[in-house]
């Protein structure tokens, strides 16, 4: 984050990418078109079909069952690294880690563009000139593959005849659980190859995205101390899996104050693939504005359904327009929730079940592209109706789907 940022974001979900001195898509798995010979380092030894096959040497799980975190630190170390962006006459430190033999770095992307910095997600640039430093504090020039700035992913690439690399294992963040053991490294305040560790706080938390108007709705919450120059760097699971990229804290300070958050590595492996593939990132859109419902906002307006998105507001000319959807009528208030009752309650996707606005997003972002047909099963009073929706490309300024 370059020092005119930081200003900026005052005294809530400060950015971790720049040093105070120095200064949705579908998970398909490992694709191996176009002849690409990347392999990444992930958790599962047996690869899905058509994926990238998996180094199972360097993907075995750290020895024994307890929590260590000297040997998470002697292991995994040296496949974190620092990372130095030049924007003209400014400078932003952040972290990163090493993914693949062939040099493939992952970061957040306020770390390495001016995303988030007062300008539209669509007109993020990157940093004229990047640099990754290792642990033995050798340094070299990296290429900014692509960004993703609804998740807050970096996707850089080094030479790997310029370094000796030592990837790190990717794990899958589906599985964490809350009160699981966390191990984060990287380069706080622009000291090297820090550790520090934790707990995961709470899992799917729906947070402000600091790179673009969309809400992030599956962060890992943590209490492991995180603070400015930690963005970008790995969360380590007690297997020596990564199953977040450190991206942002709360805090009235701007310092670590027991809540940080993480990108959750199964959304950066989404990012990466496209990113590898075309360069961008493509999420699909809906076009509507929901509420959460619950048990006790159903019995107050009389709902179908005591879970699911209930849609506010339908964005003119969205998919959700074309296809009938409809939004609430005049708004109302309950409990100190603001509710437009009378529009329609989705409660599926493609069969998936919704049980909120948040769930809504992420089945979206998680299993589909634009231009993608999919049903969406909606309650419209007492009737449970199926309809057909054509996704659309998700634009940089929301009218709805936060």
């Not at 940022?5 to 078109?33: K, M």
């Not at 990347?38 to 750290?62: C, I, K």
């Not at 996707?155 to 964490?176: F, M, T, Y």
């Not at 209930?310 to 208030?333: D, T």
């Amino acid at each position: 984050m370059r020092p005119g940022a930081v200003a900026a974001l005052a005294v809530v979900c400060a950015l971790l990418g720049g040093s105070a001195t120095l200064l949705v898509g579908r998970a398909i798995g490992w694709l191996d078109e176009g002849g690409s010979d990347t392999v990444f380092v992930r958790e599962t030894a047996e690869p899905a079909d058509g994926a990238v096959p998996v180094d199972s040497d360097l993907a075995n799980p750290l020895p024994g069952n307890s929590f260590d975190p000297a040997r998470i630190y002697r292991e995994r170390a040296d496949g974190v690294v620092t990372i130095i962006a030049l924007f003209g006459g400014a400078a932003s430190q952040g972290s990163g880690f090493v993914v693949s033999e062939d040099g493939y770095v992952l970061t957040n992307s306020h770390v390495i563009t001016t995303a988030g910095e007062e300008s539209p997600a669509d007109e993020a640039d990157a940093a004229g000139t990047v640099f990754v430093e290792f642990r033995d504090g050798d340094r070299i020039r990296a290429r900014v593959v692509g960004w993703d700035v609804y998740d807050d992913v970096g996707l850089l690439k080094v030479d790997p005849a310029a370094h000796e690399l030592d990837p790190v294992p990717l794990g899958n963040s589906s599985r964490v659980v809350v009160g699981e053991p966390v191990a984060a490294i990287g380069s706080p305040f622009g000291q090297m190859s820090s550790l520090s560790v934790g707990v995961v706080a709470a899992t799917e938390r729906a947070i402000d995205s600091l790179t673009s108007e969309y809400n992030l709705v599956d962060a890992i919450q943590t209490d492991a101390p995180i603070n400015r120059g930690n963005s970008g760097g790995p969360m380590f699971n007690a297997r020596g899996f990564v199953i977040g990229i450190n991206a942002q804290i709360n805090s009235e300070s701007g310092t670590a104050e027991g809540v940080g958050f993480a990108i959750p590595i199964n959304s950066a492996k989404r990012s990466m693939e496209q990113l590898i593939q075309t360069g961008r990132v493509r999420y699909a859109w809906v076009g509507v504005s929901t509420q959460s419902v619950t048990p006790s906002l159903a019995d107050r307006f009389g709902l179908a359904v005591q879970r699911g998105a209930a849609v506010q507001e339908v964005v003119a000319g969205s998919p959700a327009e074309e296809a009938g959807l409809r939004g609430g009528s005049e708004q109302e208030s309950f409990a100190g929730i603001p509710f437009r009752p009378g529009g329609d309650v989705i409660v599926s996707i493609a069969g998936r079940r919704i049980q909120d606005a948040e769930d809504l997003v992420r089945a979206i972002s998680e299993r589909f592209l634009p231009g993608e047909r999919v049903r969406i099963g909606v309650f419209r009073g007492e009737r449970r109706l199926s309809v057909e929706i054509r996704l659309a490309e998700r634009p940089a300024t929301p009218g709805s789907d936060r």
